[in-house]
Each structure stands twice: as C-alpha cells, then as structure tokens.
Nanobody
Framework: QVQLVESGGGLVQAGGSLRLSCAASRSILSVNYMGWYRQAPGKKREWVATITSSASTAYTDSVRDRFTISRDSAENTIYLQMNDLKPEDTAVYYC????????WGQGTQVTVSS
C-alpha cells in the first residue's frame, strides 16, 4: 500500500512552467512504476508520463519534449517538470503508483491561460 500527495499546481500563462511533486509514503524504489495522469473538464482521465523502478521513462506524444518526469528516491518523491505549457494542458493532474494495485493521489489543479 502507498499514500500519494501531490503539490505544485496553479495558474500560469501559456508558455510558462510549473513543477508538480508527488510524495509517497514508502520507498519509491519498491514501487513498480509511478506516473502522472490528467483529467480535463468533461474528458476522460489520460496518461501523461511514467517512471519505472529502474528509472525508465515514457511520455504521451502531446507532452514529449515539453514535460520531464523525474524522481528523488531519498525524498520518496517524483516530479513532473512542465515547460511551454499550453491551454490544452489545463487539467487536474493525478499522481499514480502501481504496487500490486493502482493507487492515486488527490490531484492538483493546473490551469494555463491563453
């Protein structure tokens, strides 16, 4: 089992940057993979990025080259650095972890104004 707490969302203008954090209640090195999803109003939740226990990363096409997922195993935290933000990136961003089952954080709102 793992508890996840996100932070770092906010309001930013198009072209700006934000960094999201997700603090886990256990060593992230013991988690098979962690990642970020997002859900815009009226849309389904979609996958954004993943980082595995071996630090491999993957991104959905729409954020590749703009977003970077990383981790600090000493802090049991993963990050999502978001650059060149666009209005279509506006969503609630959720941290996700898989340790036998899926676990979710409470979400953090990201709003990008045009």
């Amino acid at each position: 089992q793992v508890q996840l707490v996100e932070s770092g969302g906010g309001l930013v203008q198009a072209g700006g940057s934000l960094r999201l954090s997700c603090a886990a209640s256990r060593s992230i090195l013991s988690v098979n993979y962690m990642g970020w999803y997002r859900q815009a109003p009226g849309k389904k939740r979609e996958w954004v990025a993943t980082i595995t226990s071996s630090a491999s990363t993957a991104y959905t096409d729409s954020v590749r080259d703009r977003f970077t997922i990383s981790r600090d195993s000493a802090e049991n935290t993963i990050y999502l650095q978001m650059n060149d933000l666009k209005p279509e990136d506006t969503a609630v961003y959720y941290c996700n972890a898989f340790v036998g089952s899926q676990y979710w954080g409470q979400g953090t709102q990201v709003t990008v104004s045009s």
